[in-house]
């Protein structure tokens, strides 16, 4: 069975930097590009950044650009995010995603990813 977990969630103050994690198990995963997510209260699940496995491109939501990094290591199944400079419309609930096969639709796009993880709450206080 497949399973997605984040950790590194929290509560912090504006201007203060976390670090999520999320890492993939499972014999039958596979990934070729993982990227997080995140859901406001109230709000649609929005796209914050991913990562290709074939060239390690990047590719970011225009509010976290400069602030926040995607990395990760395909070999071990785990991606990070480096968030810095948080603001107080940052929190949320992110979600890590893999996508596994083929897919047309862009890095954006929810639809692109085939596994979930949970969800891990992000709070920043003004």
């Known amino acids: 069975q497949v399973q997605l977990v984040e950790s590194g969630g929290g509560l912090v103050q504006a201007g203060d930097s976390l670090r999520l994690s999320c890492a993939g198990s499972?014999?039958?995963?596979?990934?070729?590009?993982m990227g997080w997510f995140r859901q406001a209260p109230g709000k649609e699940r929005e796209f914050v950044a991913a990562?290709?496995?074939?060239?390690?491109?990047?590719y970011y939501t225009d509010s976290v650009k400069g602030r926040f990094t995607i990395s990760g290591d395909n070999a071990k199944k785990t991606i990070y995010l480096q968030m810095n400079s948080l603001k107080p419309e940052d929190t949320a609930v992110y979600y890590c995603?893999?996508?596994?096969?083929?897919?047309?639709?862009?890095?954006?796009?929810?639809?692109?990813?085939?596994?979930w993880g949970q969800g891990t709450q992000v709070t920043v206080s003004s």
């Open positions: 995603a893999a996508q596994s096969t083929y897919s047309t639709y862009d890095y954006s796009r929810s639809q692109r990813y085939s596994y």
């Open positions: 499972g014999r039958a995963f596979s990934s070729v590009a």
């Open positions: 990562i290709s496995w074939s060239d390690g491109s990047t």
